[in-house]
């Protein structure tokens, strides 16, 4: 009999929740393998403050509520372990809280930084002969990272960029004659496009919106996205456009950078809508309006993608099921086995192989002219968006589980970060 | 046996198709009255051009898709009439399409401006001894009509915000302690703070977002709007905010028009949201994201409110009945019955009492220090956000109804805008 551990890591997700339902009921099934999940309070740094939930006090009724719960129910961090070498008292760290508190499964619920710590963790505690199985969860609305057929988080995003470009397309189209003719809306993606294409799935036909969608992995040409905007005025009377918030221009600078960096050294970015409608202003002159998404999109629970929540509760279900199966430094992927209708099953990765790898769009989804997707594209990302998946709703609101959960009794001094 | 012509004017609603589906619906209960429903392309620029639509080539299904489909079905526009003074020739060529088809029912479906101009037709028509029964059909998301309960468009807006912050501050709360700490989300209002005070109603206890909320009813004070994120994150960890567009500071300039400037020093056109970011990041060093829902959130039809939808159709459907009833020159308005539960029936106004009043929240509906609601304005707001009224899907997108109905021939010589 052991602990378990989960933590939930970097962005949250409108189905992050959903993961952990799935570690926290398959746990609850396999009660005579593992006697509780502990949970970190804000992910990774709740381990190192010996700061962990006990989920044994949540009743099956809450375990349930967390597949309908957007945003980190535990809290959740940017915060990476830096290499062993670099920081070894982190690792030290995290061991003698695992062992203080009969830990022997750590289930780690992030993008491909955290499946490095995972992988980094089981390293370590084989080094040091301490019994540790380190299985990842991916997560991530960026859908970047390689081997799974989709991250969960992702195909939510996916449904809410789609549904509200349609949306939004059907209001421009309507005042456009007299009013806004350019209406552009930018959506999450540092690197890869994935968000922003998806938004391409609300197109049926030419000239149904989004007319034109400005990926990271396209080079911003200033005059050729000038003269696409002027063309799909010319021809069906306004320009709805999607942007990627990650989209960089000819020498690579991001179109909007505001020179914030967050804890992993990313640039914090934001802004690059006003940016396009200042151009579409100044240089042709038509109205404009612009949305920028930013959180909405991704706690958007309320439009989930019934797959995706499917999904992000199955890998966490599988990542319990291959720890007691022995398995070790792997992570559950989704398998694809068909297009239409969607047919997937839960496969197996290596950690080390998902780490640090970022996974763009590739060159077949990206439209020739460099401002939309392809066929094929389309063929992988429509499965994704299947489904509604709607919470309780309570007096007009969805009603959402918040926790309260008491913190296990610490039993080691106090841990400051370095 | 007679014609009616119905328009739909200015910023179109998630509902104001429900509006025009209560019209339509009903005209077709008194085929025995009303011959058919004459639609203007493009609102009542569509009357002025003699563009036309006949909506008995709509199915019946079509029709009752409009109670789902977002946007304006027909087009709406920008454009108000000018005073019979100013503009007879308008009002004589208004009279002269009519006369063409047949038409003496007249329709508007719009907010005070538009109210307005049905009076003033209604006026000159009596004038001219054409018989014209004009009726107004309230629709505006920025909720400020005197006399109704509430403005069909509104409810469903009040509930997209609130569902968003919710939603969001969850995403907020997961990350705050090594991320975000101040969320930002900018909606619509330009004079009236009715859709940000609508945020208000995902807060149910003291802590939980949204924490500010921002209204253009009170002038913006930076030290007090600091003073309090600060102590908000202070208090809870971290401060989401909710900002109406139309805030303003105390010289009356909008905050909007006060951000960023380009290399020419002409002002960047931005919301208000990315001002207040910038004071945040400057003044107190927090890391802070923000959204803007611009569109997005009047076209939500997927998260619109029963309540809403039930109301637009009514005041639609009675628009007819009022026509029909020999009545003219008024519109039909929401009338309160009570709170909880919600009751409410149609009652009547004159055009004349709506026309060009606006209704700014009022001061006992804000909160002592500015920064909130109370608890009478929840029980005001509360009853309308009430209810979900799902579109179908297809393929995991709301599948709403596109027309391509045919134009009516013209009988009249072109005529131009002046």
């Known amino acids: ?23 926290i009921t398959t746990a609850r099934e396999y009660a005579s393998q593992i006697d509780k999940v502990l949970v970190g309070r804000n992910g990774i740094i709740g381990a190192l403050q010996e700061e962990l939930f006990d989920t044994s006090t949540m009743t099956d009724a809450d375990v349930a509520a967390l597949k309908y719960t957007p945003g980190g129910a535990f809290g959740s961090c940017r915060y990476k372990l830096k290499s062993i070498e670099q920081n070894l008292a982190e690792y030290q760290r995290l061991l003698a809280v695992f062992k203080a508190h009969d830990i022997h499964y750590f289930f780690y619920n992030g993008g491909g930084d955290s499946q490095d710590t995972a992988n980094k963790l089981a390293q370590f505690a084989l080094a040091q002969d301490y019994p540790l199985t380190c299985i990842g969860i991916p997560k991530t609305v960026d859908n970047d990272l390689p ?12 449904k809410y960029v789609a549904v509200s470009i349609r949306e939004a397309g059907l209001d421009v189209a309507s005042m456009a004659e007299s009013s806004t003719k350019v209406f552009i809306m930018e959506v999450m993606g540092r690197h890869a496009g994935w968000i922003a294409a998806a938004a ?28 696409a905007v002027k063309d799909c005025v010319a021809r069906f009377g306004y ?11 000819t020498e690579g600078q991001f179109l909007s950078e505001t020179g914030l960096k967050d804890a992993f050294g990313h640039a914090q970015l934001g802004g690059v809508a006003p940016v396009l409608a200042d151009l579409v202003k100044t240089q042709l002159g038509f109205k404009y309006h612009w949305a ?51 047919r997937w099953h839960i496969g197996e990765a290596k950690l080390a192989d998902v780490a640090n790898v970022e996974k763009p769009l590739p060159a077949e989804y990206i439209r020739a002219d460099g401002f939309g997707i392809t066929e094929a594209c389309k063929r992988y990302l429509a499965p994704l968006i299947q489904g509604e998946a709607y919470p309780p709703y309570e007096q007009g609101l969805p009603c959402y589980l918040t926790l309260d959960l008491p913190l296990v009794a610490k039993k080691l001094e106090g841990w400051e970060k370095k």
Chains 1, 2 share one sequence.
Do not use: W
């Not at 391409?200 to 003269?227: M, R, W």
């Not at 320009?239 to 221009?249: K, M, W």
């Not at 929540?309 to 720890?323: I, L, N």
């Open 200 to 227: 391409g799935l609300a197109s049926t036909h030419a000239g149904q919106p989004p007319h034109l969608i400005l990926l990271p992995e396209v080079l911003f040409n200033e005059a050729a996205f000038l003269s």
């Open 1 to 23: 009999m052991a602990n378990a551990f989960y933590a939930q890591s970097g962005g949250v997700t409108a189905v992050i929740n959903a993961s952990a339902s799935g570690v």
């Open 292 to 342: 920028v998404a930013d959180y909405l999109q991704r706690a958007a629970r309320h439009i989930a993608s019934a797959v995706d929540v499917e999904q992000a509760f199955a890998v966490g279900k599988a990542a319990v099921e291959f720890a007691l199966a022995g398995k070790n430094a792997v992570l559950p992927i989704i398998v694809r086995e068909q297009d239409e209708p969607y």
């Open 147 to 158: 081997l799974t057929d989709t991250c969960p988080g992702f195909g939510s995003v996916a």
């Open 239 to 249: 320009c709805t456009v999607v942007v990627s918030e990650g989209l960089r221009n």
